[in-house]
């Protein structure tokens, strides 16, 4: 890497109508979690139409591929991964319009995801494009992967960087053009009760399980955990601890029900603050336990976690936030703005293997009718992955 590389004229190699065009052409085909697979061979059909050096798709799961672009400058240096996922929510109910009409009116692109974060993989991958035009500027290499999954278990970045090895990271998660230095992590706690069964004629044999888990639901949605943390990481992400309950699972299944349920759990999501780990929010559900079992000394309450997804931070100081920075305040004319997200990003998966910066176009709320995006911000953010790539490899010959 330069301390100072020669940026000037980079932004020319930038195509912004293309990465325009691109959103919209991604935008208007269907790419829900799980069936990723004809937006894959679309995306994978666009990029070997552009200027890569090569594009092909990796197996992340059954039927379901990622699709990466390699632009290589030539020249020893720092592997860069711009990288996003291509996967969805379900379209939500209320819209006006097709959600997958991709139509740009009053500036505004306008259709289902653009957000999260179809948005991003346009502007990364005219980025990639615009880096091959101008190879000559900087050392290295380039990755561009749209991965799969990530509503699920974030399956295809985890394959992604199981078999690619990479020095730095951007990811185009929305930030509004923000820079995110971060994430909170996900904790899953399932909580179950155990009564006693009984036909429903017998109900005073039994002891209902949904019945005793009613009152610990309530228990735990009075919780507001302020922990101890820096000054620096609240600012980024605010003082509380989020919980909340989102799933309770108890009874026989329709049809039924016709027996007091023994048994009943309920799903617990946690989100902890950067750098957190899972006691302080152990110690503060099983104190509510603790409670409600007291009053109930005739049932039985288990806690497990289900589930961990790790927060994620990186130093404000690191090079490649620097670079970030300084290609922000060229494009927007403004310094930038910095935080962290509440949300899960794929950096949970693959953040401790590689230094990365969350950055790209869109921004809460997601997944609402009528969504839309200004088309200048996916022009921003293609010009910005473009120049911050060149002031990390930068150098030339």
């Known amino acids: 890497m330069t301390?100072?590389?020669?940026?000037e004229g980079v932004l020319e190699a930038v195509d912004r109508e293309d990465a325009v065009r691109l959103t919209q052409e991604i935008v208007r085909v269907p790419s829900v979690v799980g069936d990723e697979g004809e937006l894959s061979d679309?995306?994978?059909?666009?990029?070997?139409?552009?200027?890569?050096?090569e594009v092909y798709q990796q197996d992340a799961l059954p039927g379901r591929r990622n699709v990466i672009g390699v632009v290589d400058s030539g020249r020893p240096g720092p592997t860069l991964v711009l990288t996003g996922h291509i996967d969805t929510k379900p379209v939500c109910v209320g819209w006006d319009e097709d959600p997958y009409s991709g139509k740009i009116a009053d500036g505004r692109l306008h259709g289902h995801a653009v957000m999260d974060m179809k948005a991003g993989i346009g502007g990364i991958v005219a980025a990639g494009d615009a880096l091959a035009r101008c190879r000559d500027r900087w050392s290295g290499k380039v990755l561009v992967a749209g991965v799969v999954d990530h509503m699920g278990d974030q399956i295809?970045?985890?394959?992604?960087?199981e078999e690619h090895e990479a020095d730095l990271c951007i990811l185009a998660e929305l930030t509004d053009l923000d820079i995110y230095l971060g994430h909170r992590g996900r904790l899953y706690w399932d909580i179950t009760a155990y009564g006693r069964s009984a036909h429903t004629c017998r109900r005073h044999d039994a002891v209902n399980a949904v019945a005793r888990m009613a009152p610990l639901i309530e228990e735990i949605e009075t919780l507001r955990l302020m922990p101890e943390v820096p000054d620096w990481v609240a600012e980024l992400v605010g003082p509380e601890l989020y919980t909340a309950v989102g799933r309770v699972y108890g009874g026989l299944p329709p049809g039924g029900p016709s027996?007091?349920?023994?048994?009943?759990?309920?799903?617990?999501d946690s989100r902890p603050h950067p750098?957190?780990?899972?006691?302080?929010?152990?110690t503060a559900l099983q104190e509510r336990i603790d409670v409600v079992a007291a009053r109930f000394p005739d049932t039985r309450y288990e806690m497990v976690l289900a589930d961990r997804k790790d927060s994620y931070l990186i130093e404000r100081d690191h090079p490649l936030v620097e670079a970030v920075d300084a290609a922000c305040h060229e494009v927007l004319g403004r310094p930038p703005r910095y935080s962290a997200g509440s949300w899960l990003a794929d950096t949970a998966s693959?953040?401790?293997l590689v230094p990365t910066v969350i950055f790209g176009p869109g921004h809460d709320p997601v997944y609402t009718p009528n969504e839309s995006l200004a088309v200048g911000d996916i022009e921003r953010a293609a010009e910005i992955y473009t120049l911050t790539t060149v002031r990390l490899l930068g150098g030339g010959p």
């Not at 059909?45 to 890569?52: P, Q």
Request: aromatic share 10%; hydrophobic share 35%.
């Open 42 to 53: 679309a995306l994978t059909a666009r990029m070997e139409r552009m200027d890569y050096d």
């Open 259 to 268: 027996m007091i349920p023994d048994e009943c759990t309920i799903r617990v």
């Open 3 to 7: 301390s100072r590389p020669d940026t």
């Open 275 to 282: 750098g957190m780990g899972e006691e302080p929010v152990r």
């Open 156 to 161: 295809g970045a985890i394959r992604f960087f």
């Open 350 to 352: 693959f953040g401790n």
